[in-house]
């Protein structure tokens, strides 16, 4: 399930709310449904959820919407109505039926409206923060509105967090069906199969969609961090004010942006990550340090801040991991980006082709240009919390990020070193009981696993890392510009054809640009002494 389709709360009359109750016929825990609640398949097993796995689920989405007084929903628009009286305070949400609902936030996203210049098509994410609620508590998805739309799309996703258990809980009502797609736990339970590039997938994919998007088990945006590509924040979205005007019976009246989206889900996640770690120590050595060693969530990134400008330098986390280098770029010529964007044939394409703004011109990037995948936060936060929990240390996270460190994602060396994880209990993990660990596995074991040895051997080699890091940057910086720039578009087309065959994030070809390297086979990467593409 991909929370950045949409999120949004909802309204509607109760005619039809008690189309989900319980069956006379059915009789036992095993079978009986509570009165009143919702017939829910679990996706995981392919079978109906008892009474006593409904009354488990502890989330807003489990005791609101689909428990509580009112009977079963089965439209956003019922979803909302039930809200209202399930969900009111007497503080923030004095729910007044005759009004837009309260506690109520709604973002939307759309690849295609900013970059048109004119309205089109969106999807919306709604918190919805009644009880005292945070944003990541409860949310809803709403995909496929038009921005002709005479009525907001019926069919959704809905995430409610567990605050207990620490754990998302993923859910749909879609095919005139309630759906449960597991927790956060049930998506990461059955480990991970990963490719060649060490871009890891859970295995519960196959049986569970949301596994496919929400890798990590915690929440998404894909476009995490600033300038929020394809999300309002320094620039209005076409189309937008006029949507929540129209429905906001639905939508509330508070209208929020990427930046406030980026803070909800980084809330949530770093929440989850706290129990995911302790989750995985029960799954063993190999799965706690996975998102350290291979690529789990991802991001989108922009070289550029500002609308419709043209890049003047080359971010550092494209070429290197962040947790190794301190900020900084590489300068690029604007003019020779312009030029050598149209010369790979650069553009931005729909299902129908290349799109053209509503003047008639081409369009040959995203509104911040050059977007391009990076390595996730949630796995960014993840590996914070493991040094932070003192399960390794600084020193380690360098040494295993070292390995092949001009590869901050994609980096199947460094995934693949992942098979020589010791067997520990959960009392060995410790930074020098996983160091220890390593020493015995990585004995006598060439290449790859004989610098990563050599490295965990050094315990103070953290800075002879972040030096090698810097020479690298002073060699990206030394080559002819256009020299470097040309190497750089060619390894942001590996990334983005690694992205769209690794993992079904990139829902839409507008996300990023087209051009001659798309489908391509190029396996070069950089060489950490020269800064060129080998």
Same mark, same amino acid.
């Given at each position: 399930?991909n929370?950045?389709?949409?999120?949004?709360?909802?309204?509607?009359?109760?005619a039809?709310?008690t189309?989900?109750?319980?069956?006379?016929?059915?009789?036992?825990?095993?079978?009986?449904?509570?009165?009143?609640?919702?017939?829910?398949?679990?996706?995981?097993?392919q079978?109906?959820?008892?009474?006593?796995q409904?009354?488990?689920?502890?989330d807003?989405?489990?005791q609101?919407?689909?428990q509580?007084? +009112?009977?079963?929903?089965?439209?956003?628009?019922?979803?909302?109505t039930?809200?209202?009286?399930t969900?009111?305070?007497? @503080?923030s949400?004095?729910?007044?039926?005759?009004?837009?609902?309260?506690?109520?936030?709604?973002?939307?996203?759309?690849?295609?409206?900013? /970059?048109?210049?004119?309205a089109?098509?969106y999807?919306?994410?709604?918190?919805?923060?009644?009880?005292?609620?945070?944003?990541?508590?409860?949310?809803?998805? /709403?995909?496929?509105?038009?921005?002709?739309?005479?009525?907001v799309?019926?069919?959704?996703?809905?995430? %409610?967090?567990?605050?207990t258990?620490?754990?998302?809980?993923?859910y749909?009502?879609?095919?005139?069906?309630?759906?449960?797609?597991?927790s956060?736990?049930?998506?990461?339970?059955?480990?991970?199969n990963?490719?060649?590039? *060490?871009?890891?997938v859970?295995?519960?994919?196959?049986?569970?969609r949301?596994? *496919?998007? =929400?890798?990590? *088990?915690?929440?998404?945006?894909?476009?995490?961090?600033?300038?929020?590509? =394809?999300?309002?924040?320094?620039?209005?979205?076409?189309g937008?004010?006029?949507?929540?005007?129209?429905?906001?019976?639905t939508f509330?009246t508070q209208?929020?942006?990427?930046? %406030?989206l980026?803070?909800?889900?980084?809330?949530?996640?770093?929440?989850?990550?706290?129990?995911?770690?302790?989750?995985?120590?029960?799954?063993?050595?190999?799965?706690l340090l996975?998102p350290l060693?291979?690529?789990?969530d991802?991001?989108?990134?922009?070289?550029?801040? @500002?609308?419709?400008?043209?890049p003047s330098s080359?971010?550092?986390?494209?070429?290197?991991?962040?947790?190794?280098?301190?900020f900084?770029?590489?300068?690029i010529?604007?003019?020779?980006?312009?030029?050598?964007?149209?010369?790979?044939g650069?553009?931005?394409?729909?299902?129908? *082709?290349?799109?053209?703004?509503?003047?008639?011109?081409?369009?040959?990037d995203?509104?911040?240009?050059?977007t391009?995948?990076?390595?996730?936060?949630?796995?960014r936060?993840?590996?914070?919390?493991? /040094?932070?929990?003192?399960?390794?240390?600084?020193?380690?996270?360098?040494?295993v990020?070292?390995?092949?460190?001009?590869?901050?994602?994609?980096? %199947?060396?460094?995934?693949?070193?992942?098979?020589?994880?010791?067997?520990?209990?959960?009392?060995?993990?410790?930074?020098q009981?996983?160091?220890?660990g390593?020493?015995?596995t990585?004995? %006598?074991?060439?290449?790859?696993?004989?610098?990563?040895?050599?490295?965990?051997?050094?315990?103070?080699?953290?800075?002879?890392?972040?030096?090698?890091?810097?020479?690298?940057?002073?060699a990206?910086?030394?080559?002819?510009?256009?020299?470097?720039?040309?190497?750089?578009?060619?390894?942001?087309?590996?990334?983005?054809?690694?992205?769209?065959?690794?993992v079904?994030?990139?829902?839409?070809?507008?996300?990023?640009?087209?051009?001659?390297?798309? +489908?391509?086979?190029?396996?070069? @990467?950089?060489?950490?002494?020269?800064?060129?593409?080998?």
């Amino acid at each position: 399930m991909n929370t950045i389709r949409v999120l949004t709360s909802i309204f509607m009359s109760t005619a039809l709310l008690t189309a989900c109750a319980e069956p006379a016929a059915l009789t036992g825990d095993d079978q009986e449904l509570i009165a009143g609640t919702c017939k829910v398949t679990h996706e995981l097993t392919q079978k109906t959820m008892t009474s006593s796995q409904i009354k488990a689920l502890k989330d807003p989405v489990g005791q609101l919407v689909i428990q509580g007084a +009112g009977g079963c929903p089965t439209t956003l628009d019922e979803i909302t109505t039930k809200l209202r009286t399930t969900d009111k305070d007497t @503080s923030s949400c004095k729910d007044d039926p005759k009004l837009p609902p309260t506690g109520t936030a709604t973002r939307f996203v759309s690849e295609r409206s900013q /970059v048109l210049k004119k309205a089109d098509s969106y999807r919306t994410v709604i918190s919805r923060t009644c009880n005292n609620r945070s944003n990541h508590e409860l949310l809803m998805s /709403v995909f496929g509105l038009s921005a002709t739309a005479t009525k907001v799309p019926q069919d959704l996703e809905m995430i %409610g967090f567990d605050k207990t258990a620490g754990v998302f809980n993923y859910y749909a009502r879609e095919n005139n069906a309630w759906k449960f797609f597991g927790s956060s736990k049930d998506l990461i339970a059955e480990g991970y199969n990963c490719n060649n590039v *060490g871009s890891c997938v859970p295995k519960a994919a196959s049986k569970t969609r949301c596994a *496919g998007c =929400h890798l990590g *088990g915690g929440l998404i945006i894909k476009e995490f961090d600033s300038p929020w590509v =394809h999300w309002e924040h320094f620039t209005d979205t076409p189309g937008v004010t006029e949507l929540m005007d129209r429905f906001k019976m639905t939508f509330g009246t508070q209208k929020d942006d990427g930046a %406030g989206l980026e803070s909800t889900v980084r809330n949530g996640n770093r929440l989850w990550n706290e129990k995911r770690i302790d989750f995985l120590k029960t799954k063993g050595t190999a799965e706690l340090l996975r998102p350290l060693f291979c690529t789990i969530d991802l991001n989108l990134q922009s070289m550029s801040g @500002s609308v419709g400008s043209v890049p003047s330098s080359v971010r550092g986390d494209f070429l290197l991991e962040p947790r190794l280098s301190s900020f900084d770029s590489v300068p690029i010529d604007s003019a020779e980006y312009t030029a050598q964007i149209a010369a790979n044939g650069q553009k931005i394409k729909g299902s129908g *082709g290349q799109l053209k703004d509503k003047d008639g011109k081409l369009v040959t990037d995203t509104i911040f240009a050059w977007t391009y995948p990076e390595r996730g936060q949630a796995d960014r936060d993840y590996v914070d919390q493991l /040094v932070q929990k003192k399960i390794i240390d600084d020193d380690f996270a360098a040494d295993v990020l070292r390995i092949d460190f001009t590869r901050p994602i994609f980096s %199947g060396k460094r995934c693949a070193l992942l098979n020589n994880a010791p067997v520990l209990t959960a009392a060995q993990m410790t930074p020098q009981g996983i160091r220890d660990g390593f020493k015995k596995t990585l004995a %006598g074991k060439t290449g790859d696993s004989a610098e990563l040895l050599a490295s965990i051997n050094d315990v103070a080699d953290l800075q002879k890392h972040k030096d090698a890091v810097s020479k690298f940057m002073t060699a990206c910086k030394a080559r002819p510009k256009n020299d470097f720039l040309a190497d750089a578009l060619a390894w942001s087309g590996q990334l983005r054809n690694t992205i769209r065959k690794s993992v079904n994030l990139i829902e839409f070809e507008e996300a990023m640009q087209n051009d001659k390297f798309d +489908g391509g086979s190029d396996a070069r @990467s950089w060489d950490p002494a020269t800064c060129t593409l080998k």
